[in-house]
Structure formats: C-alpha cells, structure tokens
C-alpha cells in the first residue's frame, strides 16, 4: 500500500487504535444517519378540532385567494405590499395563486391541545373519532395531516391526552403525524414511545409507524433540570420515532419570563432555542420547523399582518428553519409568497455554482462537497414547495432531478 520507508508507529498499534474508533464511527452513523430525504412540507396548520368540518385544506384555500384579491389582485399590488423586487412580482404572484388553487394546505394539525381546549370529554370523544373519520374519507387531502394531543404535564391531561390518540388512530386505522406538546422530560417521550408501541401492536400498524413530533416550548426541553441540553436525549428516548422538533413561540417566550409585548419569533430567546434545537438535531434526519405569528391578517390589519409574517417566513428561512406554523388562512399567502422570493432570489447564484462544482469548474467560490449538498438540497426544496419546475432547474443548472437528489445525498464524490 504504502513505498518502503521508515516509520515510528507500527501495525499492531495502528490497528488497536483503529478497532476502538471502529465502535465510534458506528455509533455516530447510527446516531447521525443525515437528513431523511423526501419533502419537507413549508408549514403546518393548526385547526381546532372542533372547526374541521368538510374539506379543511379547500376552505383555507379560498379564503386564503379571496382575502388576496381584495387586498392585492395584481402583481403591481402584491410587489408594493410586500416590497418585493421588479423582476420577481410577477413570477411570485402567479405562483402563490397557483399554488392556493392546486395545494394550498400542505401539512394539516387537528388541534385537541391549546387551540381547542378543556372540553366535556364526550365532546372530545366525539370529534376525535368525528374528525378521523372524516380524514379518512377525504380523496384529496393534504399530503400530511395528524393531530396534537394534550400534553403529559398531569395526571389528568395525560388520561385525556391518550384517549385522544387512542380513538382519533383507532378510528383513522392508519398512521397519522403526532405532535406532542408541551414536553418537559424525557420519561415523558419514553412514556409516549411504549404507548405507541403497544398501539401500533393491537392494530396491527407495523413497527415504527407511528411517529411523532416534539414541540419544544418548555425551558426543560431545552437545558433539563441537571443542566443538560434536552433535545439529544429526547430524540434517543424516541428509538427512531421522532421526525421532528417544532418551536412553540408564545409558551416558549412566556416560560422565559418575557412581557407579553416581546413574546414574538425575532426575540433573542426564541433565537437562542433555536440554535440549540439546530445543533441538537443536526445530522439526526429529525427535521425543524419554526413556531407562528400571533398577528393574524384580519379586518384593517391585513397589510400589517402580511408585511410581519412575510418578514418572519424570510428569517426562519435564513436560519435554516424550512417549515413553520401558519394559524390563519390568510398566513397561507405571505407563507408561499416568501418561500418563492427566498428561493428564487438565489436560484441562478446557487445554480451557477451547483454546475460549476459537479464540472470542477470555477465560479468564484471554492465550494467544498458539504456545500454542494446544502446547494442541491435548497433546489429539492424549491422544487417541492412549487417555486421552480423541474424544466427551471435543468435550465439553470443543467442537472435532472434524479441528478439533484444524488447530490443532495451527496452520492456523488
């Protein structure tokens, strides 16, 4: 293998030394295996349980169209509204109508925590096995729809909690997405993780089925009691069933003690738990999504509410936050409107040097492979949420989409 020159270090020693780092590559694969691959959805909507009637993705579509024709029905409008640049109103306003038409509800949360709040338990009985039922009987849904269950915080929220998910996966006989909130220690997750064990068991679901998301919205899901960074340990205690980490601005913002005027996503302490959520699931395939914007656009305040929340969508995505929680069908517009400027404001720039790195080519930067990945996977993600076609990206960068999931696998060297 090597010329015949003297060395210091011998084979044998060598090989100790490599059998012990053996065990620590196969732990950090294990531990690490990168991102999931698939679609990423841009948003989740959260629903009380008790207003999801009829065909819930098709309403807030409309809605969502109808309160952007009456406040900006032209491109000319949308650009003044949002502030948007010449060369991209047009494009971005054709495809937020586009979208609001074809799929303007890309991940749905039925709602039996906050937003829906204590009710009888019959009247909770009722809309679980309601609301499942009728999700089951939709022939377009969302491509993700699931609930949020009450917390495990007390005796009482638990036993309600878990009869919730009980009927609601009973009556559905499928695996919905599960979010469980509110989540203070890991014993919690271990609880959870045994119950939907024993769940996917007696419906016969398949192991692993049933997966969840955790909403970090607790200061304890962020440093535990013992001074600990929480998240590491709640995604282990999960065994593979965690996909997700969701961040709960307001209860989030109020644990740390903050006045109610500064409990919004720009503070310094929602940044702070989002960088330890970053760092915490970097590497895991468990995927991230931003918490919402209290400031809803209705009645006078429409302009106001588009303008923050099509702000707050930009910043998420400059974080590194692709996914985030909309509570009003008007959010949908400035949801979709910022995913397409943020994407296709850099699209020739990271094209250019997505083609100038597989042809080994120079395109004023030294991209490393690392870099070429993230590259290819903010174009999958522009191809999924529908601000570029696959014909935009083989124009631009000459790659098919076979060729761009490679990269962004990195299965290319």
Known sequence: ???????????????????????????????????????????????????????????????????????????????????????????????????????????????????????????????????????????????????????????????????????????LGRAPVLTFPKVTDVAQVRALVELLALLEDRLDLGRGALRFEIQIETTQSIVDAEGRLAIPRFIAAGGGRVGGLHFGTYDYTAACGLAAAEQHLAHAACDFARHVMQVSAAGTGVRLSDGSSNVLPVGEGVREAWQAHFGLVLRSLAHGFYQGWDMHPGQLVTRYAANFVYYLRHAEDDARRLRAYVDRASAGVLDEPATAQALAMSMRRALDCGALEPADVERLCGLSERELAALARRETS
């Open 1 to 171: 293998m090597f010329g015949k020159v003297r060395t210091s270090l011998d084979g044998s020693l060598l090989a100790g030394v490599l059998d012990r780092l053996s065990e620590v590559d196969k732990t950090r694969a294990a531990r690490y295996p990168g991102d999931a691959g698939g679609r990423q959805p841009v948003h989740t909507c959260y629903v009380p349980a008790d207003r999801v009637t009829g065909d819930v993705a098709a309403d807030w579509g409309a809605a969502a169209l109808a309160t952007l024709e009456e406040h900006a029905p032209s491109a000319g409008a949308f650009a003044g509204l949002l502030g948007l640049p010449d060369d991209l109103a047009e494009a971005v306003h054709a495809k937020v109508v586009a979208k609001l038409r074809r799929e303007p509800v890309e991940d749905l949360r039925i709602d039996f925590e906050d937003g829906y709040g204590v009710r009888a338990d019959s009247a909770e009985d009722d809309d679980a096995v309601r609301t499942a039922n009728l999700v089951a009987g939709w022939t377009d849904p969302p491509p993700w729809v699931g609930l949020r269950f009450k917390s495990f915080d007390t005796r009482a929220l638990f036993e309600r909690g878990v009869r919730t998910l009980d009927l609601f996966v009973t009556a």
